[in-house]
């Protein structure tokens, strides 16, 4: 059975201890999914919400929910984040767009959380900016594609290219 590093003998929550670990490149690749009507998914690709740039939008947002990981989720520890990159796909078949964060840094302790955030925030931004026309959108899929470094080794989702 394996142990949670989150929480001590007794039960308790903690914040590991990554003092005594190397620093050492680690990446992490999420991807999520945001659903939405036709007319919706056109007005995105053709940039015509009074809103504004979605995508643009969704992209900064992204990487400033990245970058604030530790603020949203209690036991992250707060990184200095080396890049963030986030892009969209849209999928006209399915009226949808996926999303894909890559974060990066030299550090002692992974960066799955802060992909994670990225993917989660660019989602909702798109959300945001699209709910006064579409209010049935949904969020789905949001998951690890896969990471690198630290001692857990490398990570891939079986399935991903």
Do not use: W
């Not at 039960?11 to 007319?39: C, F, H, W, Y």
């Not at 929910?65 to 949203?72: E, N």
């Not at 899929?141 to 896969?146: F, N, P, T």
């Amino acid at each position: 059975m394996s142990t949670f590093t989150h929480i001590d003998a007794d039960g308790r929550v903690r914040m590991v201890d990554v003092s005594d670990k190397q620093p050492t490149l680690r990446i992490a690749l999420a991807e999520g999914r945001i659903s939405m009507n036709p007319e919706t998914f056109e007005k995105i690709r053709d940039n015509r919400l009074q809103k504004g740039n979605v995508v643009e939008t969704a992209r900064i947002a992204g990487i400033m929910g990245a970058k604030r990981t530790a603020d949203l989720i209690p036991m992250c520890h707060p990184l200095n984040l080396t890049h963030v990159h986030i892009d969209f796909f849209p999928e006209a078949a399915t009226h949808s767009i996926r999303i894909e964060a890559r974060a990066k840094i030299i550090d002692q302790t992974g960066v799955e959380m802060e992909a994670l955030s990225a993917v989660s925030v660019a989602a909702l931004t798109i959300y945001d900016m699209c709910k006064a026309s579409d209010k049935e959108m949904v969020i789905s899929d949001i998951r690890l594609l896969e990471k690198s470094g630290g001692k857990s080794g490398p990570f891939k989702r079986s399935g991903t290219p």
